[in-house]
T-cell receptor, first 115, second 110 residues
Framework: DADVTQTPRNRITKTGKRIMLECSQT?????MYWYRQDPGLGLRLIYY???????NKGEISDGYSVSRQAQAKFSLSLESAIPNQTALYFC????FGTGGHNEQFFGPGTRLTVL | RKEVEQDPGPFNVPEGATVAFNCTYS??????FFWYRQDCRKEPKLLMS???SGNEDGRFTAQLNRASQYISLLIRDSKLSDSATYLC???????????FGSGTRLLVRP
């Protein structure tokens, strides 16, 4: 079984709809992250969480919100989806690691299309 | 200027070739450096960390030049299975943030 799972894997929605992307992990890591990936732009950090109830904005948090309901779960919401939120979304986890080398482990991604 | 810059490629090489990718970063306070590999439509996975003294893992060699703020990845004896996008990743001066380059695409042909 995968250590980091994301649901749904693919989603097509319409402008203005609310949508939630779910992430679960069995690695026992405290830190969880949401990224989006667009062609030519690399991965950009949306939100991150170091523990349950800890929420921090990344570089592109506008239009998104998150919830860390438990250590193993971190969900990303788009309150009112817009077409430029069409992207590939990745959840990732990490622990602190020796010397701060916090390798991040990624889920398989959610491909979101907003029409 | 992007914080991490890479040549997007694609690099199209025959099997058995040696290929090198370069990456530059803008923040001189950056602490740690990595190469991740991403297959088409898949998640990124850590390939190797990059240490100041340079390090090697089989056919892969990573080098860091802090003075020039430059990282490289050398792949020797390329295999078809090496075809992927290679992401240069830099950890900033805070404890959590990884900054990803947009990736260099490698195509290894028979």
């Amino acid at each position: 079984d995968a250590d980091v799972t994301q649901t749904p894997r693919n989603r097509i929605t319409k402008t203005g709809k609310r949508i939630m992307l779910e992430c679960s992990q069995t690695k026992g890591h405290d830190r969880m992250y949401w990224y989006r990936q667009d062609p030519g732009l690399g991965l950009r950090l949306i939100y991150y969480s170091f523990d349950v109830k800890d929420i921090n904005k990344g570089e592109i948090s506008d239009g998104y919100s998150v919830s860390r309901q438990a250590q193993a779960k971190f969900s990303l919401s788009l309150e009112s989806a817009i077409p430029n939120q069409t992207a590939l979304y990745f959840c990732a986890t990490s622990d602190f690691g020796t010397g701060g080398h916090n390798e991040q482990f990624f889920g398989p991604g959610t491909r979101l299309t907003v029409l | 200027r992007k914080e991490v810059e890479q040549d997007p490629g694609p690099f199209n090489v025959p099997e058995g070739a040696t290929v090198a990718f370069n990456c530059t970063y803008s923040n001189s306070a950056s602490q740690s450096f990595f190469w991740y590999r991403q297959d088409c439509r898949k998640e990124p996975k850590l390939l190797m960390s990059v240490y100041s003294s340079g390090n090697e893992d089989g056919r892969f060699t990573a080098q860091l030049n802090r003075a020039s703020q430059y990282i490289s990845l050398l792949i020797r004896d390329s295999k078809l299975s090496d075809s992927a996008t290679y992401l240069c990743v830099v950890k900033g001066d805070s404890s959590y943030k990884l900054i990803f380059g947009s990736g260099t695409r490698l195509l290894v042909r028979p």
